[in-house]
């Protein structure tokens, strides 16, 4: 069964930095990309980064781009996002979603979703 | 501001088929595949249909997805109480950097 796991959410004060971990099982990890997207409270769904399969390649949205960063590490079958300057604005629910597709691409799209991990950022 | 817009609400009775709206521009819905999501309450988003009319194994052939233009449509026939959840349409966007975009999302209420 595939599965994902999410860790890392706590509470944080505005400017200040936390990393999200993602942990696969069910899946050769290695040979799908991976997305986070966000949901702010009461709010849709906000995507906020991706990665290939091979982690070669990232994409950001604009909304957090030079204050995210989205990793991978293959052997360990985790996901992480390392976030900074963080803002009041960031203040959601962080999933990890698992691609259909090795690489980021219009035929891929977010098939497997984890339970989330709560981001909040308050002084 | 969503790049995708849906209505904010939908609803129906048991037993009837209910269909909800994802419009979109030449760059996300008209050159790509339409993604749907379902959520149900305090729950993470499930896969509903992909590429526009594909259903992964385990969802009921009640969802149908269609795509006309630059306009995507999910469909729910013979209406549960269960069916009652957030939907949300995706694409990717050829005109961002940051490539998916999701509908402002529709609350379905089963009445």
């Known amino acids: 069964e595939v599965q994902l796991l999410e860790s890392g959410g706590g509470l944080v004060q505005p400017g200040g930095s936390l990393r999200l971990s993602c942990a696969a099982s069910?899946?050769?990890?290695?040979?799908?990309?991976m997305s986070w997207v966000r949901q702010a409270p009461g709010k849709g769904l906000e995507w906020v980064s991706a990665i290939s399969g091979s982690g070669g390649s990232t994409y950001y949205a604009d909304s957090v781009k030079g204050r995210f960063t989205i990793s991978r590490d293959n052997s360990k079958n985790t996901l992480y996002l390392q976030m900074n300057s963080l803002r009041a604005e960031d203040t959601a629910v962080y999933y990890c979603?698992?691609?259909?597709?090795?690489?980021?691409?219009?035929?891929?799209?977010?098939?497997?979703w984890g339970q989330g991990t709560t981001v909040t950022v308050s002084s | 501001q969503s790049v995708l817009t849906q209505p904010p609400s939908a609803s129906g009775t048991p037993g009837q088929r209910v269909t909800i709206s994802c419009s979109g521009s030449s760059s996300n819905i008209g050159s790509n595949y339409v993604y749907w999501y379902q959520q149900l309450p305090g729950t993470a988003p499930k896969l509903l249909i992909y590429?526009?009319?594909q259903r992964p194994s385990g969802v009921p052939d009640r969802f149908s997805g269609s795509k006309s233009g630059t306009s995507a449509s999910l469909a729910i026939s013979g209406l549960r109480s269960e069916d009652e959840a957030d939907y949300y349409c995706a694409a990717w966007d050829d005109s961002l950097s940051g490539p998916w975009v999701f509908g402002g999302g529709t609350k379905l209420t089963v009445l």
């Open positions: 979603a698992k691609d259909q597709a090795l690489v980021v691409s219009p035929a891929g799209g977010m098939d497997v």
């Open positions: 590429r526009n009319n």
């Open positions: 069910g899946f050769t990890f290695s040979s799908y990309a």
